[in-house]
């Protein structure tokens, strides 16, 4: 029997937020399944992170590569395999991926509702907008269904979201196996209101919760804004134990392989005046624990995994071949091969064109020399920019990237990074060596 997949999304949520004073529902599910200690991105940032997700491939290959640029009608969406091997196809909360922003354009539905075309080939059951921090805050909203109409909700925004995909499950009739993408916005920041904003009635528990080492070196606005986070993702996992319990009402669970993950973490303007954007493990490490099917056993997994893995991942859990273009490798092959990555490839946009490459004892990342990466997707030309020894530097507290000591190291990173531009797609750049210490 074909299982049912449940895809649970959060949006900026750093991967050592998984706890069991935190997260008890999820540490169960991982106790069952199988946790992913090295799990990164591959965009850090929302909508490229997602097009990659809904595409199987970078970026740069998909032409999402900052926020407001829709997914492309040239590649057959993630979803479209699923229907077309039989699978219900349902979404839930953000999508982020129909708005055009770019100048001459100008298709905007931030605030309205997405039309079909755009909906990615979810067809079953819709209820989502487009950016969900423009339709709703921390409390009270709305989104929309399939048919266009405006579903608004009153409560906290994690509980009401989630309340739709229970929605589904209760009112799922069909014999057909299912894939719901459930894609939530905690524990993002509040956009208009430059804040994270965790339930009222539960953020003074976290008032003196310990903050992580990473952070506390640097200057940012972790001390105001951590007990509202951990708030917002210790309510998330109150959802999880909602929705586990409804699959297990429904006679669904035992059949139900559940996916959780992130699409970036959050550094607290720590490495740049905002929350991601760079390459830092604050920004690029998420969580990702997977429960049912092959992944069983309580286990902890320390191979290093992309995000870009996950969209061959679901495919192969169903049964559905993978796409020769796909650029990630599926876990289920991987453990069943004895397969494992040497790095992961990480490109950074928006805040600026980089590149970055992170192996288990290292992390090197370049920079192209424009203001900014909104315009480009990629560059000729980059400049080195970080280097860290992450088995004595795990916190990336000293940028080693003129240390002459780690030359030869540098040189072997710079190798592995253009290798891994090249394999997705991009041309050979000329790499020039740091001019500057950076610190940090």
């Known amino acids: 029997m074909r299982p049912n997949i449940i895809f649970y999304f959060t949006d900026q949520q750093r991967w050592d937020t998984v706890n069991r004073q935190v997260m008890p529902n999820l540490t169960a599910l991982a106790d069952e399944g199988v946790e992913f200690e090295n799990s990164f991105t591959c965009q850090p940032v929302c909508g490229p992170a997602r097009a990659c997700l809904q595409t199987g491939v970078y970026a740069t290959q998909n032409g999402s590569f900052v926020n407001g640029i829709p997914l492309t009608d040239e590649i057959k969406p993630l979803a479209e395999y699923f229907n077309e091997a039989g699978y219900e196809t349902a979404y839930v909360g953000k999508w982020h991926l129909a708005s055009d922003r ?28 487009d950016v969900l921090e423009f339709t709703s805050h921390g409390y009270d909203g709305y989104v929309f269904d399939g048919e266009n109409r405006k579903i608004e909700f009153k409560g906290y925004r994690a509980d009401c979201i989630n309340d739709f995909a229970l929605e589904y499950l209760e009112q799922k009739t069909s014999a057909k196996p299912f894939f719901m993408f459930v894609s939530h916005i905690e524990p993002h920041h509040q956009n208009d209101r430059h804040r994270y904003e965790g339930p009222v009635d539960t953020v003074e528990n976290y008032r003196n919760y310990p903050l992580p080492d990473d952070l506390t070196f640097l200057k940012g606005d972790y001390k105001e804004m951590y007990p509202d986070y951990i ?5 998330i996992d109150e959802n999880v134990g909602r929705l586990v319990k409804k699959l297990k009402e429904k006679g ?24 991601k954007r760079c390459c830092h493990d604050s920004a690029v490490h998420t969580p990702l624990i997977i429960s049912g099917g092959a992944f069983t056993g309580g286990k902890k997994d320390g191979r290093l995994v992309s995000l870009i893995d996950l969209p061959p991942t679901l495919l ?23 397969q494992e990555r040497d790095c992961v490839f990480i490109q950074i946009s928006e ?24 315009l480009i997707s990629s560059s000729p030309v980059y400049a080195e920019d970080f280097l860290y020894d992450l088995e004595n530097d795990p916190c990336e507290k000293v940028n080693l990237v003129k240390d002459p000591c ?9 190798k592995l990074l253009i290798r891994e531009m090249l394999n997705a797609g991009e041309k050979k750049p000329l790499i020039l060596p740091a001019v500057f210490s950076r610190r940090h």
Request: aromatic residues 12%.
């Open 102 to 129: 770019f100048p001459g354009v100008g298709f905007h539905c931030e605030t309205s509702a997405i039309p079909e075309e755009k909906r990615g080939g979810y067809r079953d059951f819709w209820r989502a907008a």
């Open 351 to 374: 805040s600026q064109c980089g590149r970055a490459v992170r192996t288990k004892k290292y992390k090197y990342s370049v920079k192209a020399p424009t203001a900014t990466g909104v």
């Open 316 to 338: 192969e859990l169903a049964g559905i071949e993978v796409p020769d273009g796909y650029m990630g490798i599926s876990l289920p092959g991987q453990m069943k091969n004895g």
């Open 252 to 275: 669904l669970y035992d059949n139900t392989v559940i996916i959780y993950t992130s699409d970036h973490g959050s550094h607290f303007k720590t490495r740049n005046a905002e929350y």
């Open 406 to 414: 780690y030359a030869g190291v540098r040189n072997e990173m710079k």
């Open 231 to 235: 708030a917002a993702i210790n309510r």
